[in-house]
């Protein structure tokens, strides 16, 4: 045995059931693989995780790594947040409610979204829906932003710069804008202003504050908007953004 005195690791006692392991952003070493594999055997077993006793079980159980190492793995997992502080194990056990999963479908399906948009479609008090979300930001499933007053959230992994996109195409009467834009590129002002019939006031003011924020590109001619278009690098975003919500996956006839 290692000197090494177990109570350094960080303990688990979290309530989660356990899970197989799965994707989790790295390619888990053999030695990884088989402390997941024992800390799962320990779960059903004791159900309480608890960190010393994972310990001397990976160092009784695998005998082809050194203790020390064994340890750097558990602290590893823990820090990876593969084990988790609290009564958990592995990621994919935090998907194994049903309902979890659901939100986590939505917010993957709609970036940018908002905390009440989320509680509207899952029908959930917001206490709840605010203890199933923070599981999923502790393990990394998802992310939350602030942008101003709002809080929205995103899937973990996405691209951080489409932030600023999939947050303005989530406020009033935006996603309708986009719409029009994405299926007739170089539609020009007061075309625009024709399909949405929205006040001339309140379609300068969103799209001066979109333009302002590089999600569209327009041309001028006389000091008018002639032609409106969905600005490059947001593009892919945004068609992808429309064809799951709007068009089912397929483009606009």
């Not at 005195?5 to 053999?30: E, K, L, N, Q, S």
């Not at 820090?79 to 994919?92: I, N, Q």
């Not at 399906?109 to 479609?121: C, H, L, N, T, V």
Request: charged residues 30%.
């Amino acid at each position: 045995m290692s000197d090494h005195d177990p109570d350094d690791i960080i303990r688990v006692d979290d309530d989660v059931d356990p899970g197989d392991t799965g994707d989790y952003g790295f390619p888990p070493t053999p030695l990884q693989e088989s402390v997941m594999k024992i800390a799962k055997e320990l779960m059903s077993k004791h159900y309480i995780l608890d960190s010393r006793k994972l310990y001397y079980a990976c160092a009784r159980e695998i005998t082809e790594a050194d203790n020390i190492d064994v340890m750097k793995s558990i602290d590893y997992l823990i820090k990876r947040r593969v084990l988790f502080p609290g009564k958990a194990t592995s990621r994919d056990g935090v998907l194994k409610n049903d309902l979890r999963k659901r939100i986590l479908d939505i917010v993957r399906a709609e970036p940018g979204i908002y905390f009440s948009k989320i509680r509207d479609a899952v029908n959930l008090d917001s206490n709840t829906l605010i203890w199933h979300l923070k599981m999923l930001e502790k393990f990394d499933f998802i992310r939350v932003e602030k942008f101003g007053n709002s809080t929205v959230f995103f899937d973990k992994f996405l691209d951080k710069a489409l932030d600023v996109f999939y947050y303005y195409i989530h406020k009033d009467d935006s996603v309708d804008i986009f719409k029009q834009i994405a299926t007739n590129p170089g539609l020009s002002f007061q075309d625009l202003l024709h399909v949405l019939n929205l006040p001339r006031t309140t379609l300068v003011r969103k799209l001066k504050s979109l333009i302002e924020n590089g999600l569209l590109s327009v041309a001028y001619t006389s000091n008018r908007i002639t032609s409106i278009s969905i600005a490059p690098a947001f593009k892919e975003a945004c068609l992808k953004f429309l064809y799951n919500l709007y068009w089912q996956g397929k483009p606009p006839s």
